[in-house]
């Protein structure tokens, strides 16, 4: 257990890294169309791996997982930007974060059988999805139907692309798996462009990036990029039974993005502010007892 949490806690810091990123570039509302083609392929880059790592011939089933992981991934990509559009990002994220683990608990009993959980797992469960809720949320939560429709679908569809991801490296070697993975998503993202309307979102002269911002978004998808891949790995790594218990500790990335925005308010409020108050503060402290609650719980 102990080496796919730490793995876990890595990725969520280097998420946090990522989204910092985008709150800094992404004044403005995001064009989904675009964005999911340019993160999707990104997914790319796994494949240099192909220089230092021997692929053997996956079986069939194995390649029909990493389609499914691949396409659920930008399918959920793309809900989540369209959601991001149309409403604010502090009611999407939330919702995101706490749909996703339970998501993930059913399907795993549908896709692995039932998996046993002891009480203390369940509190632990319950707990860190409770804070990282709270953490993130900003606003009251909408229930519009285009809000529920769009955050369900994203929530269940990434769910359904972490099942996909353990059911790959549990038929093939981590680093063998991530490669025939990213290659997936990354042919997925560019059989977008054979829709016109995606062709023009992506190179028309109202792209989502200059050139300036271009190179700055690349360079913190760097960060993105080393997340992805130590998420899969702690995939590969977690039994499927924690499964759903490792996706709650998102939490997590909650707690060192809100340490980042608040050392940057307080120190360099010339590159980036954010608003604090001592609501806020209590709140945020109210969450990270929460998260630290199921941490313990988790480990006992």
């Given at each position: ?22 709150k800094l570039l992404l004044a403005g509302k995001p064009n ?146 991530l490669i025939l993975m990213g290659a997936a998503t990354a ?49 590969a790594l977690v039994p499927v039974g924690f499964l759903a ?56």
């Amino acid at each position: 257990m102990i080496l796919w949490f730490f793995v876990i806690v890595a990725s969520y810091f280097f998420f946090s890294v990522s989204v910092f990123g985008d709150k800094l570039l992404l004044a403005g509302k995001p064009n989904p169309k675009s964005y999911t083609f340019y993160v999707g392929i990104l997914n790319s880059s796994v494949l240099l791996l192909l220089f230092f790592v021997p692929m053997g011939l996956p079986s069939l089933s194995v390649i029909f997982w990493a389609i499914l992981s691949g396409l659920a991934t930008i399918l959920a990509l793309y809900f989540m930007f369209c959601a991001v559009e149309q409403f604010e990002v502090s009611r999407v994220m939330p919702a995101l974060g706490g749909l996703q683990p339970i998501f993930v608990f059913l399907l795993t009993d549908i896709f692995f059988g039932w998996q046993t959980v002891t009480l203390t797992g369940f509190f632990a469960f319950v707990a860190l999805i409770a804070g990282s809720v709270l953490i993130s949320v900003e606003k009251s939560l909408s229930l519009e139907p285009t809000y529920v429709k769009l955050v369900t679908g994203s929530a269940l569809l990434f769910s359904l692309s972490y099942v996909f991801s353990k059911m790959v490296f549990l038929g093939m070697p981590f680093l063998s798996g991530l490669i025939l993975m990213g290659a997936a998503t990354a042919c997925i993202a560019s059989s977008l462009l054979l829709g016109a309307g995606f062709r023009r979102a992506i190179f028309g002269k109202h792209a989502a990036f200059d050139r300036k911002n271009g190179v700055v978004f690349l360079s913190f998808q760097l960060s993105g990029a080393a997340a992805g891949f130590l998420q899969n790995w702690a995939i590969a790594l977690v039994p499927v039974g924690f499964l759903a218990i490792m996706n709650s500790l998102r939490g997590i990335q909650y707690i060192f993005l809100f340490a980042i925005t608040l050392f940057f308010s307080l120190f360099l409020p010339h590159i980036f502010t954010e608003k604090i108050s001592p609501g806020i503060i209590l709140k945020k402290s109210l969450s990270i007892l929460l998260i630290g609650l199921g941490l313990i719980l988790l480990v006992i």
